[in-house]
């Protein structure tokens, strides 16, 4: 394979520091999460919720996982994240699509990427999921996890809470150490663009016929960010071949259950690597 593509966001995504929605929900979740050393990584793309996601594995679960499956990895920070240049919000409510739909395959293209898997957290996920069904190009498979396929409260009701840290909090201040002068951009195109009213009524439910690559989709029950309907529709809506994993823990399952998400992860990836049957 040529890449993983999360951000982004991955981004799915652990605690890869070029992410931005990745990077809010950890930090929320755990006051001491640390960046990840990426120097072992040579060359590969992982985005997710926050890094354009799309989605990659992230962090430690996504250096492992490079080394269990062989995969190379091609990073880079979406507009208004970590070093790239700032943006303004909130965003369209349809800036999920535009990030999968057109703003992905420039990265790919730029960066000669043809043959990959798309590994996304978060917005990361869905906008690894609108990709795969827009733009097709090149994708073997597609890795989500946190994901959202359609806007419901409970990712509101986190939204505000976060907001109520980062203006009374420390979230901010932790934020910045990997943000720098774009940490507002980072968290307010988050969390302004999911409390605008026209996101109560957002979906990607219509695009998810439309996928051909094989999808692995992964949404803790405790996902404070959303339901288990976000995964109990898929098996209705995909037309793609599917696999369903559901494990007990929160936003977060590459952090929380690492050993078992890295061997669900790498079994997906080594399926779409081995050769076709014949019949």
Wanted: hydrophobic fraction near 45%.
């Amino acid at each position: 394979l040529a890449m993983i593509v999360p951000f982004a966001v991955a981004g799915v995504a652990a605690a890869l520091n070029t992410s931005a929605n990745v990077t809010i929900y950890q930090r929320l979740n755990d006051a001491e999460w640390v960046r990840p050393d990426l120097r072992s990584i040579s060359r590969a793309t992982l985005t997710d919720g926050l890094a354009a996601s799309t989605s990659g594995v992230l962090g430690s679960c996504g250096i492992s996982t490079l080394a269990a499956t062989g995969c190379p990895a091609f990073l880079y920070n979406r507009e208004g994240h970590g070093e790239s240049d700032g943006c303004t919000w909130p965003r369209p409510p349809d800036f999920m699509e535009i990030e999968g739909r057109d703003r992905l395959p420039e990265v790919l293209k730029a960066a000669g990427i043809d043959d990959f898997i798309l590994i996304g957290h978060s917005d990361g996920g869905t906008i690894a999921l609108v990709y795969a069904a827009e733009v097709k190009t090149g994708v073997r498979g597609v890795i989500v996890e946190g994901f959202h396929v359609f806007a419901e409260e409970v990712v509101r009701a986190g939204v505000r809470r976060a907001q109520e840290d980062y203006a009374k909090g420390d979230l901010r201040t932790k934020l910045a150490r990997y943000h720098g002068a774009n940490v507002d951009c980072a968290f307010h195109g988050w969390a302004e663009t999911w409390l605008q009213p026209a996101m109560k009524d957002y979906t990607i439910a219509p695009l998810i016929p439309k996928i051909e690559a094989p999808i692995l989709a992964i949404l803790g029950t405790q996902d404070a960010y959303g339901t288990l309907a976000q995964i109990d529709c898929l098996p209705d809506l995909a037309r793609a071949p599917l696999e369903v994993s559901k494990p007990d823990c929160g936003h977060a399952p590459h952090e929380e259950m690492e050993p078992e998400m890295l061997a669900l992860m790498a079994g997906f990836v080594a399926r779409l690597q081995a050769p076709a049957q014949s019949p």
